[in-house]
């Protein structure tokens, strides 16, 4: 399970169990489990703003202060969009060497429940524009760490800590039961959301449940878009967050649109592409998405059948992992391919229209259906009994997509069957809050200081 230069992680499968077993537990003597609290600034810290500023300047600019006008909203919405800063933090911590492929940016609202190919409603990772080859403790660290920020108005210091010693120990607990499953049957294993009391457990209503799973059987796109039909359909614009290109600029946007998608349906497999062929474009337009990705290239496609149904497409750009600078260099020199390359490996099911293409202005992008019967649990208006669910389920799922790219007999072995991983977690998770609050504190002075733009309103 440990990785080389350019390559995915080394499988270890084929050695006997207690061989696995043997190897996890040889690498406390590397990193003891309790050496995970630790958490302190070192000396040569670089400067947060400077992270942000340098992630801006291959960025939309005119975009960017949409961006730090999200992150100033609080401490969380500065984790959400702060993956960079985090990650040259974590690159400081303690590590037993174990690669996998990891998710990037693990906070607890990049989970959720979408529908999967086989029009089943499932709960699994769902950003993956950070996904790289990396230790799998980042991974942990960032997840644990986002819930006990999270929690910040709602839970005090101690009910914060139970959080993130919830996500450690599902985890734990997860990838020994793993350990202990048949390759395959492991490989398969998936969330599903199946009825009521499954989604409450995560913390999704019950309306939310109906919705989605009126979209499967009714084939509802469940979006926020809005688009006029007649001879010409459209996207209809809703500014600030969906818009057409300038009228200029709107022959040459629509063209390399088309170039893209001829690019993409190119990475699909045939049986894909033949579904893909089924629809025509009929409107392209740029789309403004969440927090981390304010101010990379973003946008949506309406495609139609014959008869005028609908497909929304997404495509999105995807630059450098924040994770490649401090562990293992992408394998793939197209970045929109390293995204769907990880998708597939973390995800027990990936979207069928999920590929990769080279966009307008040569940059990497990835495509993938704008939102197929997407759900997730409002986190910041969870009961604190429901959001300690929901903690756990995230480190079981966690648990799960780690365990498909490494070895879930070594981890489990090194986890080990006490709590000492879990309350070193805990105290790493609490003390990274601390630096949280403080680096967005920052922010909110670079603001002042006109240091850095800052839209005025955030819609």
């Known amino acids: 399970m440990q990785t080389r230069p350019n390559a995915l992680p080394v499988q270890t499968h084929t050695l006997s169990l207690n061989e696995r077993r043997m190897r996890g537990r040889a690498l406390r003597d590397r990193s003891a489990r309790k050496d995970h609290a630790a958490w302190a600034p070192t000396p040569n810290r670089r400067d947060p703003i400077e992270i942000l500023i340098e992630q801006g300047e291959s960025r939309l600019q ?32 303690p590590s037993n060497g174990l690669f996998v492929q990891s998710g990037g940016d693990c906070h607890c609202l990049n989970f959720g429940g979408f529908a999967t190919p086989e029009r089943r409603l499932a709960f699994d990772i769902n950003d993956f524009d950070e996904t790289s080859v990396a230790p799998w403790e980042w991974d942990v660290k960032r997840l644990a760490a986002s819930f006990a920020v999270a929690g910040r108005d709602t839970l005090d210091k101690q009910g914060r800590s139970d959080l993130a010693q919830a996500v450690a120990k599902a985890y734990r607990e997860a990838m020994a039961q793993i350990a202990a499953t048949p390759v395959l049957d492991a490989w398969y294993e998936a969330l599903t959301i199946g009825d009521t009391g499954t989604a409450e457990a995560i913390g999704i209503g019950d309306r939310e449940l109906k919705k989605a799973d009126k979209a499967l059987k009714h084939a509802v796109a469940m979006i926020a878009m809005r688009h006029r039909g007649g001879t010409a359909p459209h996207i209809e614009d809703q500014p600030p967050l969906v818009y057409h290109p300038k009228r200029e600029d709107a022959d040459a946007f629509r063209s390399a649109v088309e170039a893209m998608l001829a690019d993409y349906e190119a990475s699909l497999i045939p049986e894909r592409r033949t579904l893909f062929q089924r629809y025509r474009m009929a409107d392209a337009a740029y789309k403004v998405v969440g927090v981390g990705s304010v101010g990379t290239l973003c946008g949506a496609l309406l495609m139609l059948s014959g008869d005028g149904e609908a497909l929304y497409l997404q495509f999105k750009e995807a630059t450098s992992s924040v994770l490649e600078a401090y562990a293992s260099p992408s394998p793939y020199a197209h970045h929109g391919e390293r995204v769907v390359r990880g998708q597939r490996l973390l995800q027990a099911a990936s979207d069928i229209f999920l590929g990769f293409a080279t966009g307008p202005t040569g940059r990497h992008m990835y495509v993938r259906q704008l939102r197929d019967a997407k759900i997730k649990p409002q986190v910041e208006t969870l009961a604190p009994r429901s959001l300690r669910r929901y903690a756990t389920t995230c480190g079981e799922v966690l648990a799960r997509a780690h365990a498909r790219t490494g070895d879930a007999a070594i981890l489990s072995a090194y986890l080990g069957k006490g709590p000492s991983f879990d309350e070193a977690i805990a105290t790493f998770a609490l003390a990274y809050a601390r630096q949280t609050e403080l680096d967005h504190a920052a922010l909110l002075q670079a603001i002042n200081e006109g240091r850095i733009p800052c839209a005025e309103q955030v819609s």
Not at 67 to 87: C, E
């Open 62 to 93: 005119d975009l960017l202060p949409l961006r730090y006008a999200r992150m100033k909203a609080s401490p969380f919405a500065f984790l959400r969009g702060g993956a960079a800063v985090m990650a040259a933090d974590l690159a400081a911590t």
